[in-house]
């Protein structure tokens, strides 16, 4: 079978309105793909930033597949969230990016949103905290997701190296 190996890390984010940030993320693939080795999933630690314009993560991602075929090509999903003063968590970006389909190191900057909500759920979130999120996280790489009214939020910096194995003996050019 095909391989793809996955190393590298998410850097930070960057443009967010708050600070205090740290970042859910997880590894979507479709049905041919099959993990060999590492983990799909993790969380980011809490990163308090001196300069509040960059929020360093550094969280490493290493991750191995064995596919059939190149229908389901990964993707990962981020969901950015903001720890105030009290502990509490609340949810201020969406996004996702597609891992590269060619080998080599890649620098990509993932670009989030987030649920705009009603003018009520706007000043809800103004004087208590919370805001919408999705019931079904996976709308965030589908298409109904234009669907909704969203705000552009910050954006979730990477940096990823994708090794390719066995490819040309499975008749797949890259």
Not at 1 to 21: K, R, T
Not at 59 to 79: E, M, S, V, Y
Not at 126 to 153: C, H, I, K, W
Request: with cysteine; aromatic share 12%; net charge negative.
């Amino acid at each position: 079978m095909a391989e793809v190996h996955v190393i590298g890390e998410i850097i930070g984010a960057s443009g967010f309105p708050v600070h205090d940030l740290y970042c859910k993320w997880a590894i979507h693939t479709g049905g041919a793909w099959r993990v060999l080795a590492g983990l799909r999933e993790g969380q980011t630690q809490v990163d308090i930033p001196q300069s509040k314009d960059f929020a360093v993560w550094c969280h490493p991602i290493d991750i191995h597949f064995a596919t059939k075929g190149l229908q389901g090509w990964p993707k990962l999903n981020f969901q950015v969230f903001h720890q105030d003063s009290y502990g509490r968590s609340e949810l201020h970006g969406y996004g996702f990016c597609h891992i590269p389909t060619s080998p080599g190191t890649h620098d990509i900057e993932c670009v989030t949103w987030r649920p705009a909500g009603s003018y009520r759920d706007q000043v809800t979130q103004f004087f208590l905290g919370g805001g919408p999120q999705l019931r079904n996280p996976d709308m965030v790489y589908s298409a109904e997701r234009y669907t909704l009214q969203t705000v552009a939020m910050g954006k979730v910096h990477l940096q990823l190296g994708v090794v390719f194995r066995n490819f040309d003996k499975y008749g797949v050019e890259c």
